[in-house]
């Protein structure tokens, strides 16, 4: 009943840039936090960058200064702007939201399938 599809990703080389969205559909009543995700080939999921309704962010130290998350809250849309992208940027964006569906009290976490990023040295 609620799906987010990720778009956006690719290959790039190091240094250039590159811009993911998500986008959430369904029956949604509200959605709170908005976030990415990334997974490396072999390694755990680890938070990018997170972002409220009111638009505060946060996020992880190795993308601070590189990468720039927002929201367009009457799209149910995050984004993520990549700059100055390096080879271990390398994984999979999954897009995450925290909300409540329509007719529910409860706040339940979903994810996206995933996009590909690859950045070539």
């Known amino acids: 009943q609620v799906q987010l599809v990720e778009s956006g990703g690719g290959l790039v080389q190091a240094g250039g840039s590159l811009r993911v969205s998500c986008t959430a559909s369904?029956?949604?009543?509200?959605?709170?936090?908005m976030g990415w995700y990334r997974q490396a080939p072999g390694k755990q999921r680890e938070l990018v960058a997170t972002i409220t309704s009111g638009g505060s962010t946060n996020s992880a130290d190795s993308v601070k200064g590189r990468f720039t998350i927002s929201r367009d809250n009457a799209k149910n849309t995050v984004y993520l702007q990549m700059n100055s992208l390096k080879p271990e940027d390398t994984a999979v964006y999954y897009c995450?939201?925290?909300?409540?569906?329509?007719?529910?009290?409860?706040?339940?976490?979903?994810w996206g399938k995933g996009t590909q990023v690859t950045v070539s040295s």
């Open positions: 369904g029956s949604i009543f509200s959605i709170n936090n």
């Open positions: 995450k939201a925290v909300l409540k569906q329509s007719g529910s009290s409860y706040l339940s976490n979903y």
